[in-house]
């Protein structure tokens, strides 16, 4: 494949590659271990997005930070990979092209069949990176009878001090509080951060991240989704997550594009799906 100058494939170390972006406009760069997106800088700004000092690179080990693709199922099944084989398995970068907006990029995962998932697929990941970072998951069923998905965009989201930090735009949804016992709530007001929060908001709009510590605004809209979930491990379980130090809550959170929750995906074969995100700078 003929890559354009913006773009160059390379060993992060042996036998991981990883796709970097320098465009005018952003830059940043994508794993081919799950598609992974890792790390995306508008021009002028800070990162936007968290990577663990921790994370690992290998294959069949999950990257911590980022963007992982959860697919085709998400949280933990007993016996079989959390969140889904998606992000375990290395994709194919099947496109790559340039414009004055910025870099397209197109990774394709296909296979006839998984552990815990006896059915064809075909998974497409595009990745638009400039001024603006625009993920979308397209996911195709290729087998013979009807299947249930659920999936994630998990992005973690990198902020100056998650005490100070707070989510507008789910006043009023409801939510699954996987903290308490999956208890069904209704958000008041502001999503703000004093304990481990995981939450599975009926929510189809965007939101807003105002990081309090520092003059910078994210907005994260959607597509494809009723379901945001909200995520920061707080402090005990940072301390059990290996590959995330003791004290790097402070500086992130997560804010997912989802099909969870109620928001199930229900294909017939030959049918397809996608499920998007955009973010975005607004200040800072």
């Not at 209704?186 to 929510?203: A, C, H, L, P």
Request: glycine share 10%; with cysteine; proline share 5%.
């Amino acid at each position: 494949m003929n890559l354009p100058s913006t773009v160059t494939l390379r060993e992060m170390k042996p036998g991981f590659p990883v796709v970097h972006v320098s465009h005018l406009l952003g830059s940043g760069s994508v794993a081919l271990l799950g598609a992974h997106v890792m790390e995306w800088t508008p021009a002028g700004h800070q990162p936007v997005l968290f990577m663990s000092a921790d994370a690992v690179f290998e294959e069949g080990q999950p990257i911590r930070g980022g963007i992982p693709v959860c697919w085709p199922w998400f949280g933990g099944r007993d016996g079989l990979p959390g969140h889904g084989f998606a992000r375990l398995r290395f994709w194919e970068l099947a496109r790559a092209t340039d414009s004055a907006e910025g870099v397209e990029l197109e990774f394709r995962l296909h296979g006839s069949e998984a552990p815990g998932w006896p059915h064809a697929f075909e998974l497409s990941l595009v990745v638009k990176m400039g001024s603006t970072l625009d993920v979308t998951l397209e996911m195709k069923h290729l087998g013979t009878s009807t299947v249930e998905i659920t999936a994630a965009l998990h992005t973690y989201l990198s902020v100056a001090a998650i005490e100070q930090t707070c989510v507008q735009g789910l006043a009023g949804a409801l939510y699954v509080d996987t903290i308490d016992n999956h208890q069904v709530k209704r958000q008041e007001g502001e999503v703000i951060f004093d304990r481990e929060v995981d939450r599975i908001y009926t929510s189809e709009g965007a939101v807003h991240v105002l990081d309090g510590a520092s003059p910078r605004t994210l907005e994260v809209s959607k597509s494809g989704s009723r379901a945001t979930v909200v995520w920061n491990p707080w402090i005990e379980k940072s301390k059990r997550l290996t590959d995330l130090p003791d004290e790097a809550y402070h500086g992130f959170l997560c804010i997912e594009a989802a099909n969870a929750g109620e928001d199930v995906v229900r294909l017939e074969p030959q049918e397809n799906h996608r499920l998007g995100q955009v973010i975005r700078v607004l200040e800072g």
